[in-house]
């Protein structure tokens, strides 16, 4: 479990300092809740959204034990370190926005005839309750050729879901190799 503190001061000194000494600051949110300013050690916060096995994950923070998603970062124009994150606390029966990410499965025809697999939407924007919510969504490329495309409508939501892109949005195509 990820492990952080409550920030006091939440003054850019103060955030600063944080940053110096190797934290990423964070503000946790949830629908009916207060705002809770934290920070974690970067390298730990890292280590855990990388080895997560769903989309949310859990956090302390002082006393408080919360199952969260990340929901926007930013980062450093020219390092890429994370400098803030916003983590939204996922609860149970209420439904909200959530970025599922895609898994293309398979080896495309196009691939063969000099094409390349281009994933234009790395992440799919669903409105579902966190139970709701898969790991990720799985879209078979195999029987994809040159100029061949899968759009939001072609994709199956998951069940109690809706995709929140229209429909004729491209997830991912089959593009010919310069």
Known sequence: ??????????????AKALRRDGYLIANIYGKGLENIDAAFKANDYIR?????????????????????????????????DLLHVDLMVAQPGVVTKYM?????????????NKGLLYVAKTR????????????????????????????????????????LDSERVAVLSIIKAK
Not at 63 to 76: F, M, T, W
Not at 100 to 112: A, H, Q, S
Request: avoid cysteine.
């Open 1 to 14: 479990m990820l492990e952080g503190i409550i920030r006091e001061s939440i003054g850019k000194t103060n």
């Open 100 to 112: 599922v990410p895609v898994n293309p499965i398979g080896d495309p025809i196009g691939l063969k």
């Open 124 to 163: 799919l924007a669903i409105k579902a309750k966190i139970e709701d919510v898969p790991q990720s969504i799985n879209i078979e490329v195999g029987h994809l050729d040159l100029g061949d495309s899968v759009l939001i409508r072609d994709v199956e939501a998951p069940a109690n879901a809706k995709f």
């Open 48 to 80: 855990t959204v990388k080895r997560k096995e769903t989309v949310a994950f859990p956090v302390k923070v002082g006393d408080k034990e919360l199952n969260v998603v990340v929901q926007a970062y930013q980062s450093h124009p020219l390092t890429g």
